[in-house]
């Protein structure tokens, strides 16, 4: 009986510590508040989108958090209740996201980036039984049937989310409701402060037993089963078999915490059922209904780690990456466990001795609690981590310890620069002798064979301690021996198989065969080598200055330069492969992890726990752990944990805007292309990505296809902007890179139609064309018009001086030569002659005056022929006593007239006056000049005899006058009767 009693007690032990085996070792909670930017510390509850943005609802409103950014969401609603905000928020069967406010229902609207009102409190529903807004109500989001049901005092309703209707139930009244769950595909449980409630919402019957309690907290855990918590700290099972409450059954857990708030199983949770639960003052709990002491531990460790004792927990959920959230009425709470955990210890003697740079920490070979840690310029110190304090130490001043290690016989060895010693299991040293080989002999590893010899890497060579004898033999470059090692320094070394040993040189890698005492193969470049190591299956892997390589079968089979997106590769002193086969390697950019048959880096910085991302070295040892040396401390970590590269989310356009102004525009479902004016051209786009561990890691890459050429590396940066982009289509593209600097595969785009500018449509470019063309092409008609013009008054000169001119001169040619011939003959007749040639003379005198006063363009103005004809009009007037007046229009003295008009207006003028006075025989001549209606209107009248205008004429003046005027566009009348006078009107357009 007793060892059924044992048995028993031993598979409850093995079965709770299967149990803790499957949780997390450590829970690190991060925390958000007011600070970190949520709108208010008090959070009710938290979701997920299918965005992978975390919304958050608290006291003030609706909270949306990626990491860097929280967005603050007002809940408006115009019916104004007095009851205390309750806020809750739902993602529905669509992904569309909704928050209630005191049954206040509100939908998130992504194209406004707002909620809007959808129901209230005040509608006629809700008020059908009781116009009283009371605090408490109940929701559940029933995705299935794509609905909310909605519990308040007056009554249970559903919500139709397709419809948006709003629709009541046979149920008409509750007490104050607290919850509502869905225990099966039909059945929902209400529970209220004074019984519980089961609805069926197909035949829509319902029964009801009392249940009295001050706050319920239940939870569903499977189909017709669910756990509640009472005011008594306790939790109870229900199940629910044919329309029946069954006995509730007990399930106590620590007195001392006070009662349950909120209760979950977390998703991707293996094993047994294990309760989160949440309590009011006493933090997080993990509980196993049938072993409830199993996690009490966990509690403590947990709370006490994170500070959350006396913490309301109102909600525990967890998103697609496997973030735990808390919702707390003192804040967000977030923690991850799946999260790859970098440990640190640093050690306060280091400052207290004023010593610096920890070579290596060794386990003790007997002891788990003591370590051997190796200074760099003090010596050795056994240490006991568990109390801290230093156990015993070994004073060794400059000697620069290189490596401790343990050989098969519990010997401590210990490699300086200027000693080769041995610490035995009674902690007694030995000093090996080196100075005849060279004083202050540098080693720098160590390694020993199946026959107990240890093999050293040094700056002379390959040095062999036999054992027992301890007799030193050095293996050193021989210049005319090929066989002989390539380089005096022999960095690093590793066992190859049993036989071979791979050394690390200056000048390469070379596989030396113990028992033939040479070197057998020099393989891969001849460059210096930083550090090799060899995994299981004896692959070699080599790290040089900027690239490593992969050697199997003792050929260079890859190599590698770079990772990420073209992040170089820097090594510095340190490759080692752990058990699984990984990579670890020290460089410029931080801790890189290769995994060989995904070919994938990941990249571990300060941001992951690291004390400095420049650290000497590794130290993989027999607990397991692998350790990274710094100047006070180590990290460490356990290179089998889980460290698939984490997945990043898919970047998002959040914004874009013009001219600063957020646009109307649902980037979830966006609508392509989007019109942008020409005249709004400066647009910026807004994007992010769903991380919480390490957001600030996180870079991305963007092009806008269509203007840029390629990818530009936008940084951390979340935001970009362009101005002045040419009218055409374009397509925004943004990337994520992961952590280690690769692309994620997802690219979120958004495309845009920029209006063009009429001046860079190709309308407009073909109108200035033609009006370009039409220009010089006028330009090339009107200089074409000049010259015709110039040819033209060329041609009137020409003529006038042959009309006027050379009939004249011709006739005084006559006139002389006939006054030659008479001028023995007849005096007379000579004389006549000799008058003739001077009438004539005068008459060319007077034509070549008019011609040169009619082209000369100093004389353009209307006062000009003014002047002219007054001076021409007086001359003839004052011969025959005529009076002559003038009526001119002082306006028109500087009114411009063009050449070719102001001759013949000159000649229309002079031949009106010569007229009248030579043959009106009049005595007063009058001559007007005045606008009107915007014509230039001139008047030539004498009181003569007159004439007759329509009588047939020798004289071809008149003719000469309307052809005159015919040719600069104006027009001539002539009034004239028998012993009235005569009138000449000219008519001209100015």
């Not at 329309?243 to 059954?249: A, D, E, K, L, N």
């Not at 005045?930 to 003719?959: C, H, W, Y």
């Amino acid at each position: 009986m007793l060892s059924k009693k044992k048995l028993l007690l031993s598979v409850l032990l093995l079965w709770s510590c299967l149990l803790w085996a499957q949780l997390p070792n450590d829970l690190h909670f991060q925390r958000y508040s007011t600070h970190e930017g949520l709108s208010d510390n008090y959070v009710f509850n938290v979701v997920e989108d299918r965005q992978h943005f975390i919304w958050v609802a608290t006291f003030q409103g609706v909270d949306r958090l990626d990491g860097v950014e929280v967005r603050h969401y007002s809940l408006i609603d115009s019916s104004k209740t007095d009851a205390q905000p309750t806020t809750e928020v739902l993602i529905d069967y669509k992904g569309s996201i909704w928050a209630i406010r005191n049954a206040n229902l509100f939908k998130y609207n992504p194209t406004q980036d707002r909620f809007e009102l959808k129901s209230h409190t005040k509608s006629k529903e809700f008020n059908a039984l009781n116009n009283k807004v009371k605090q408490k109500f109940a929701v559940l989001n029933d995705i299935p049937n794509q609905c909310f049901w909605i519990a308040r005092e007056n009554g249970l309703f559903r919500y139709q989310i397709e419809t948006g209707r709003l629709e009541s139930t046979p149920i008409r009244s509750f007490s104050t409701p607290y919850k509502i769950i869905s225990i099966n595909a039909t059945t929902l449980i209400v529970a209220t402060n004074e019984e519980w409630i089961s609805y069926d919402t197909l035949t829509k019957k319902s029964f009801r037993i009392p249940k009295p309690a001050t706050e319920w907290v239940i939870y569903a855990t499977k189909a017709n089963h669910w756990i509640y918590s009472d005011e008594g700290r306790r939790i109870w099972e229900i199940s629910f078999q044919n329309s029946q409450f069954t006995r509730p059954v007990l399930t106590e857990i620590n007195p001392q915490r006070k009662e349950i708030r909120s209760i979950t199983t977390l998703p991707n949770q293996t094993g047994p059922k294990v309760l989160w639960c949440g309590l009011v003052t006493g933090g997080l709990a993990l509980l196993d209904p049938e072993n409830k002491n199993a996690y009490q531990r966990f509690n403590d460790r947990i709370n006490e780690l994170n500070g959350l004792h006396y913490r309301r927990i109102l909600n525990i959920y967890q998103d697609s990456t496997h973030n735990i959230w808390l919702s707390t009425d003192q804040g967000l709470y977030r923690a991850n466990p799946t999260k790859f955990q970098i440990q640190k210890e640093l050690f306060p003697f280091f400052r207290k001795l004023n010593i610096s740079r920890v070579r290596q920490i060794v386990q003790h070979a007997s002891e788990s609690h003591l370590e051997w840690i190796a200074n760099s310029n003090y010596g050795l110190f056994l240490y006991d981590k568990v109390h801290q304090k230093i156990i015993k130490s070994f004073e060794m001043p400059g000697s620069g310890i290189t490596q401790i290690k343990y050989d098969r016989y519990g010997r401590l060895w210990v490699l300086s620069a200027k000693k080769l010693t041995i610490i035995d299991p009674q902690l007694r040293i030995k000093t090996i002798p080196t100075v005849h080989l060279k004083p202050d002999l540098l080693c720098w590893r160590i390694i020993f064979d199946r026959y107990n010899n240890a093999w050293i890497g040094s700056e002379i060579g390959l040095l062999k301690v036999a054992f027992p004898t301890q007799k030193i033999t050095v293996y050193a470059p021989v210049i005319t021996d090929p066989q002989s090692i390539s380089h005096a320094f022999v960095y690093d070394l590793k066992w190859l198989n049993h036989q071979n040993i791979a050394l690390a040189t200056r000048n390469g890698v070379d596989i030396f065969d113990i028992n033939t005492e040479k070197v057998t193969k020099k393989i891969g470049p001849r460059q210096n080598v930083f550090a090799l190591d060899i995994d299981s299956t004896e692959t070699m892997w080599v790290a040089f200055s900027n690239e490593f390589i992969k050697i199997s079968n003792h050929q260079v089979v890859k190599s590698w330069k770079s990772y990420g997106n073209n992040r170089s590769l820097r090594f510095k002193n340190g490759l080692t492969v752990d058990k699984s086969g990984k990579l670890w390697m020290n460089t410029n950019d931080g801790l890189l992890n290769f995994d060989p048959v995904t070919e994938k880096f990941q990249l571990f910085t300060e941001n992951d726990g690291l004390i400095s991302n420049y650290f000497y070295g590794f130290i993989y040892e027999n607990n397991g752990n692998l350790y990274l040396n710094y100047e006070e401390g180590v990290n460490y970590f356990d290179p089998l944990q889980a460290h698939t590269t984490p997945k990043i989310n898919k970047a998002l356009l959040t914004d874009f805007s013009l001219l600063d102004e957020r646009q109307a525009i649902n980037f979830w479902n966006p609508q392509s292309p989007f019109k942008v004016n020409y005249d709004q051209n400066i647009i910026t786009f807004r994007y992010a990505v769903v991380e919480f561990d390490h957001p600030e890691k996180i870079t991305f890459r963007y092009q806008l296809e269509g203007f840029d050429k390629s990818w530009k590396n936008g940084n951390t940066r979340r935001d970009v902007s362009y101005t002045n982009l040419s009218g055409g289509h374009y397509t925004f593209r943004v990337q994520a890179l992961r952590t280690d600097g690769n692309a994620d595969s997802n690219i979120a785009e958004f495309r845009i139609f920029l209006t063009t500018p009429y001046y860079q449509s190709w309308w407009f470019f073909g109108l200035l064309f033609c009006g370009i063309t039409s220009f010089f092409y006028s330009l090339y008609r009107y200089r074409l018009k000049q010259i015709l013009k110039l040819q033209h008054l060329r041609n009137s000169i020409s003529r006038d001086l042959h009309d006027e001119v050379g009939s004249t001169l011709s006739s005084i040619t006559m006139l002389s030569e006939s006054a030659k011939k008479s001028i023995d003959i007849d005096q007379a007749q000579t004389r006549k002659f000799m008058e003739s040639i001077t009438t004539n003379a005068q008459k060319v005198l007077e034509s070549m005056d008019d011609i040169v006063w009619a082209i000369n363009p100093k004389d353009d103005s209307l006062e000009s022929i003014v002047l002219r004809i007054k001076e021409y009009a007086y001359t003839l007037t004052e011969t025959k006593d005529i009076y002559l007046r003038f009526d001119i229009d002082p306006r028109l003295q500087k009114l411009k007239v063009p050449m070719k008009i102001r001759r013949n207006l000159y000649l229309i003028l002079k031949e009106s006056i010569n007229n009248a006075v030579k043959h009106s025989g009049c005595n007063e001549l009058k001559i007007t000049l005045k606008t009107e209606n915007r014509a230039l209107n001139m008047v030539i009248q004498d009181n003569g005899q007159g004439f007759d205008p329509l009588k047939p004429s020798l004289r071809n003046g008149l003719e000469n006058m309307r052809q005159r005027a015919i040719e600069f566009g104006g027009e001539i009348r002539i009034e004239s009767q028998k012993n009235k006078g005569t009138t000449i009107y000219i008519k001209m357009d100015s």
